[in-house]
């Protein structure tokens, strides 16, 4: 009686083992989300439906730098017009996802809350950084 007890533990102890190793990086397992996050991706929403931002770009929180990450894949392969592109994107966030974080979330962002990068190329392709905007300036690649 004692051996089966024993088994039946020791079994127990497996699946639950083993369940928790299938959970572990899978897309069941559950996910704190950061007003960071939140706010990356509703400006990714904003802009995915605003017609004057064309150029296709990805949104993210660092946590670790704590801004959020704007990605531009623009077809301008010279700093200037790069610069003018990124500027649009700038302007779209200071003029209207800054003051929605604001209104509808109590939420202070400023110009140091964000980290824009025009890249030119497609982002499976290595592109190429040509101009970002950081800490509330126009910065070229550091190469």
Request: with cysteine.
């Amino acid at each position: 009686m004692k051996k089966l007890i024993i088994f039946i533990i020791l079994s127990f102890m497996f699946v639950n083992y083993a369940e928790s190793k299938e959970q572990k990086g899978s897309l069941s397992q559950s996910y704190n989300a950061s007003v960071g996050d939140w706010a990356a991706y509703r400006l990714s929403e904003m802009i995915r439906i605003t017609p004057f931002l064309q150029a296709p770009c990805l949104t993210i929180y660092d946590k670790r730098k704590n801004m959020i990450l704007v990605e531009i894949y623009g077809v301008h392969n010279n700093v200037e017009n790069a610069k003018k592109g990124l500027q649009g994107y700038w302007n779209f966030v200071k003029d209207f996802h800054i003051p929605d974080m604001n209104k509808n979330f109590g939420i202070e962002l400023s110009e140091n809350d964000y980290v824009i990068v025009y890249f030119y190329g497609k982002f499976n392709e290595k592109p190429k950084e040509m101009i970002r905007f950081e800490k509330g300036k126009m910065l070229l690649p550091q190469e």
